[in-house]
T-cell receptor, first 109, second 116 residues
Framework: GQSLEQPSEVTAVEGAIVQINCTYQTSGFYGLSWYQQHDGGAPTFLSY????GLEETGRFSSFLSRSDSYGYLLLQELQMKDSASYFCAVDTGRRALTFGSGTRLQVQP | GAVVSQHPSWVICKSGTSVKIECRSL??????MFWYRQFPKQSLMLMATSNEGSKATYEQGVEKDKFLINHASLTLSTLTVTSAHPEDSSFYIC????????????FGPGTRLTVT
């Protein structure tokens, strides 16, 4: 079966740095994506890693280690608007995504 | 960026009736669209893969006769929830990937279905 594990909740203060980890066990692996979802809204794409290493996009960075079946999303200079749920998702080769359970990030002033 | 729309954004229906949800890619063509379901405070679960011009591929445990999917054109896929029951109440979200890109999926705004 497929499983992706993430912490259920993370709390941090404005301006801080937070790391959300994701470990996965899937039958196939083409890449690890990260999505942000605000309450009542649709998921929006943040980043994608197909190869080992760090990808940086503005305040957000994502890391992948395929040998460890592990990745993380790093959010820097946290802002209140970053309060949302963050999902890691694996493309197992069918282009459809298998999502992790989601991490609810609460940014406090 | 690519835009995906869904209609309606929310719907309330009575138990036993059918509801149709539309998913459109507004500025790109999508030979494949995906339908997900999300219960409150839970993750997105893939229901089915919608293929233009052919039958949808359903995930294990999803009743194909209950959740009818039609991919009539390269920009439109519909999900019909037949004989809806209260346990079908959920947030239904579609997504699509523009041709030529391999990984970034664009999600519709979702449809909140409440069955009374």
């Amino acid at each position: 079966g497929q499983s992706l594990e993430q912490p259920s909740e993370v709390t941090a203060v404005e301006g801080a740095i937070v790391q959300i980890n994701c470990t996965y066990q899937t039958s196939g692996f083409y890449g690890l994506s990260w999505y942000q979802q605000h309450d009542g809204g649709a998921p929006t794409f943040l980043s994608y890693n197909a190869l080992d290493g760090l990808e940086e996009t503005g305040r957000f960075s994502s890391f992948l280690s395929r040998s460890d079946s592990y990745g993380y999303l790093l959010l820097q200079e946290l802002q209140m608007k970053d309060s949302a749920s963050y999902f890691c998702a694996v493309d197992t080769g069918r282009r459809a995504l298998t999502f992790g359970s989601g991490t609810r990030l609460q940014v406090q002033p | 960026g690519a835009v995906v729309s869904q209609h309606p954004s929310w719907v309330i229906c009575k138990s036993g009736t059918s509801v149709k949800i539309e998913c459109r890619s507004l500025d790109f063509q999508a030979t494949t669209m995906f339908w997900y379901r999300q219960f409150p405070k839970q993750s997105l679960m893939l229901m089915a893969t919608s293929n233009e011009g052919s039958k949808a591929t359903y995930e294990q445990g999803v009743e194909k006769d209950k959740f009818l999917i039609n991919h009539a054109s390269l920009t439109l896929s519909t999900l019909t929830v037949t004989s809806a029951h209260p346990e079908d109440s959920s947030f239904y979200i579609c997504s699509a990937t523009p041709s030529g890109t391999s990984y970034e999926q664009y999600f519709g705004p979702g449809t909140r279905l409440t069955v009374t």
